[in-house]
């Protein structure tokens, strides 16, 4: 039998191409919102019914001419291209022409919107199968635009019969329209589903104001948010703006906290991700993931979105750039450099273990004209509590801060900014090691060699190591390890002032001062945190010192 190609009928092609852009009821919302945010609108309401899928979106924004409505789901009719050139000069979330025909080709689709001028009505347009006005009506209306879609994916009924389940999708829809809305934070966004209220999500100047709203548990006092400038060769700069959760106050047990966005886009940068857990897994504890919204601002130029056709994936010149960028955004924010002290801290713990009305301090306040080069926080040592806690004074109150683990942050950045082999005059002998030990022992550096049946003797170890009694137990417990960093962990726990060990006032000054100076205070290698702050506004609402003289001495008027 023989094979003949032939050119497909161009429905099938529009048909297949339609199915690509808009592949369940999530893609509706994401490219409707789109065109709103595109349209400049500064609320948006989203009203979803399941079963069957209809999805309506209105906005605020400017709204469409009658032509431009008429010709609005036309194949490949968009007002943001219109040259060749363009493609790489991209300003605007949507610049295919897809979406809309797309949307006339699946579902049955109505159009309303009405112009930010003198008009007085608005027009109602509802397309046939080709994008073509069936009917155009005017209607009265609020300016902006309202879009909707019913009987979703009626020409396709086997994806239809396969559709994911409705939470499915709703959770879908919900975490677009939050990762947008993060993107962009002076919107007001208001959701209902199947006429009930859904979520609403409202408004601020920056994303610190909008992620608390859409990852439970997390407070506004619980982020720090900067911005950096990359230079780009032959392309002026761009800029990273980082908002980030502190280590010692929030992590997910999962990357959902984790969000990228490129030109007001929620994107996947992978490389990106995995640059900032690698650069967080010593600060956050073991299984965590950090909290972190990433938002670039690169020139058009640098972008190709041609990758996806959720425009989701991209391809984005001088990534290495970008990534210095964040590496140097998370140092900013973890580092101490004069802001150690403020107003609010971890409510629920504090609550928890002081039963305090009020949340305690946190980073964030000046540093006091007392603070000098060797005292960076103004710190005080007062006293050792119980053995294992250094209580210190700062001008805002006082803090409790855990000494090992304290000295388990600063051996352990000390370590990587100076790993250091020394020859032992003795050569110390492990018994019953495995390969994979070996290769540890090997791979961090050290010298090992056969020194009979199943030992083995090491000749060169770590500097912290060298003069130890426990040196032989040390070094089988960091052969356990997979790589230089756990090894540089291990060590740094196993040499740190151990809890119950006596202080002098001296010595806990000196190690208040060292660990002020380290470049993550927040929490140790392991993600604890190390310092629990009390404020002193607190102090005075417990102790109520607000209340008036004389009731709070007992006189009775």
Request: glycine share 6%.
């Amino acid at each position: 039998m023989t094979n003949i190609i032939q050119a497909l009928p161009h429905e099938v092609v529009q048909l297949m191409a339609a199915g690509e852009v808009i592949d369940s009821p999530a893609a509706v919302v994401r490219e409707l919102v789109e065109n709103a945010l595109d349209a400049g609108a500064s609320r948006i309401v989203l009203e979803v019914r399941s079963q069957p899928w209809r999805i309506q979106v209105t906005d605020n924004g400017c709204g469409l001419s009658l032509s431009d409505l008429r010709q609005a789901a036309a194949p490949h009719s968009t007002s943001k291209l219109a040259h060749r050139d363009d493609l790489w000069n991209i300003h605007s979330l949507g610049f295919r022409g897809e979406a809309l025909h797309s949307l006339s080709r699946l579902s049955r689709l109505q159009i309303c919107s009405r112009p930010q001028d003198t008009a007085e009505l608005g027009y109602c347009m509802t397309c046939d199968r080709q994008g073509r006005p069936n009917t155009v009506t005017p209607v009265p209306m609020a300016p902006g635009t309202r879009a909707l879609v019913e009987d979703l994916f009626y020409p396709m009924p086997a994806r239809q019969a396969a559709a994911p389940t409705v939470p499915q999708q709703t959770r879908a829809i919900q975490a677009i329209v939050q990762r947008l809305s993060v993107c962009h934070p002076t919107v007001t966004w208001q959701a209902t589903l199947d006429g009930r209220p859904w979520f609403t999500l409202w408004p601020g100047k920056t994303a610190l104001h909008c992620l608390p709203q859409i990852l439970r548990r997390i407070h506004v006092t619980d982020l720090r948010e900067t911005t950096q400038v990359i230079d780009l060769p032959e392309a002026g700069s761009a800029s990273l703006y980082l908002l980030l959760g502190l280590p010692d106050r929030c992590h997910r047990r999962r990357p959902d906290g984790l969000i990228f966005a490129l030109n007001g886009r929620p994107v996947a940068l992978p490389e990106l991700e995995e640059s900032c857990v690698v650069l967080l897994r010593r600060s956050l504890p073991r299984d965590r993931y950090p909290v972190a919204f990433v938002h670039l601002h690169v020139p058009p130029s640098q972008i190709d979105w041609h990758r996806a056709p959720d425009k989701s994936q991209v391809y984005l010149r001088h990534l290495d750039r970008c990534c210095d960028a964040l590496k140097a955004g998370i140092h900013a924010v973890l580092r101490h450099d004069g802001e150690v002290w403020g107003e609010h801290a971890n409510q629920q713990r504090l609550t928890q273990l002081l039963t305090l009305a009020e949340p305690p301090a946190h980073y964030g306040q000046q540093v006091p004209e007392e603070a000098s080069a060797s005292n960076p926080s103004g710190l005080r040592a007062l006293a050792q509590v119980h053995g294992r806690y250094i209580l210190a004074e700062h001008p805002a109150g006082l803090c409790l801060v855990e000494q090992h683990i304290a000295h388990e942050r600063v051996l352990y950045e000390a370590l990587c900014d100076r790993w250091y082999l020394v020859p032992l005059p003795t050569p110390q002998i492990l018994k019953g090691l495995s390969a994979s030990q070996i290769d540890q022992l090997q791979r961090i550096g050290l010298d090992v060699e056969a020194f009979g049946p199943q030992l083995w003797a090491i000749r060169t170890v770590p500097e912290p190591l060298a003069s130890r009694e426990d040196c032989a137990a040390a070094l089988e417990e960091i052969s356990l390890g997979g790589d230089l960093d756990t090894a540089m962990v291990a060590i740094a726990c196993r040499t740190a002032i151990r809890n119950g060990q006596p202080l002098t006032l001296p010595a806990m000054q000196h190690l208040l001062n060292t660990w002020q100076r380290t470049r993550h205070p927040q929490t140790c290698p392991h993600g604890r945190p190390i310092c629990l702050t009390l404020n002193e506004s607190s102090l005075a609402r417990y102790f109520r010192r607000h209340w008036v003289i004389g009731k709070s001495h007992g006189i009775e008027s």
